[in-house]
């Protein structure tokens, strides 16, 4: 987030300078993704993924607990089919060579190995939730989406 902010500032004073400083849309951009990618396993883990809570709030014992475990699994199976494709793109990226198209000429894997690296996190995070719900473990998810959401 501060190379963002970084990277924000120094295209603002560039622009008010009248001089160009090549590449910092671009990196502006890999450093949002990057942020983006790399806190979602941190949000997970805290509770403050959206979910939608309607069916599961009309159901209680074992059918509220099949419901977690299903949609825990399913989520872990595309998480982790999100990290191998990502981490297998910021491989395949370095083995081409292959670069931005932008002024800047970046190496992409440098870019997308936040991202291969902000999936796998977040792969982890949905294997362990998914562990914790099969062993009993799992806190339960506190209702409080307006306080969250004013």
Known sequence: MVGLLAMV????????????????DAYAGYLMAAAG??????????GDHIRVTLV??????????????????????????LAFYSVRLA???HAFNDVSTASDATPLWIPQLSMAVGTVI????????????????RAPVASDEAARNE
């Open 37 to 46: 990618f790399l806190a979602l396993a941190h949000t997970l883990k805290r």
């Open 56 to 81: 599961l709030g009309a159901l209680a014992g074992g059918a509220r607990r099949a419901l977690e475990v299903w949609a825990l699994g399913a989520a872990s199976l595309l998480a982790s089919l």
């Open 122 to 137: 977040l792969a982890i995070a949905f294997v362990d939730e998914l562990v914790l719900e099969l062993r009993g473990r």
């Open 91 to 93: 491989w395949q990226s």
């Open 9 to 24: 500032l120094l295209s603002i004073v560039s622009r008010a300078l009248h001089f160009h400083v090549p590449g910092t």
